[in-house]
Nanobody, 116 residues
């Protein structure tokens, strides 16, 4: 069984920064894709950033140039560095991990609130 533990969410003023972390543990034999999604109240869940095993990354249009996704394969960890935060970035952020040996799994979510 694979588990995800997210951390790093919180309350920050507009223009500030936060760093999210997501650690995967359990019966893992390598991880293909790792990603962050977010869901604001009344809106659909949307892709924020995604990164492959080799480190190729892509971002949602609304966060390009402000957010950076990275991963540490030795630690089965994915990070999301969020800079120049805006009130519209307020959402619950979910980690998504696609291991090679099991089905993709989601984290429990961490709240990010950006005040104006």
């Amino acid at each position: 069984q694979v588990q995800l533990v997210e951390s790093g969410g919180g309350l920050v003023q507009a223009g500030g920064s936060l760093r999210l972390s997501c650690v995967a543990s359990g019966n893992i034999f390598g991880i293909n894709v790792m990603a962050w999604y977010r869901q604001a109240p009344g809106k659909q869940r949307e892709l924020v950033a995604i990164i492959t095993l080799r480190g190729n990354a892509d971002y949602g249009d609304s966060v390009k140039g402000r957010f950076t996704i990275s991963r540490d394969n030795a630690k089965n960890t994915v990070y999301l560095q969020m800079n120049s935060l805006k009130p519209e970035d307020t959402a619950v952020y979910y980690c998504y991990v696609d291991p090679y040996n099991t089905s993709p799994i989601w984290g429990q979510g961490t709240q990010v609130t950006v005040s104006s």
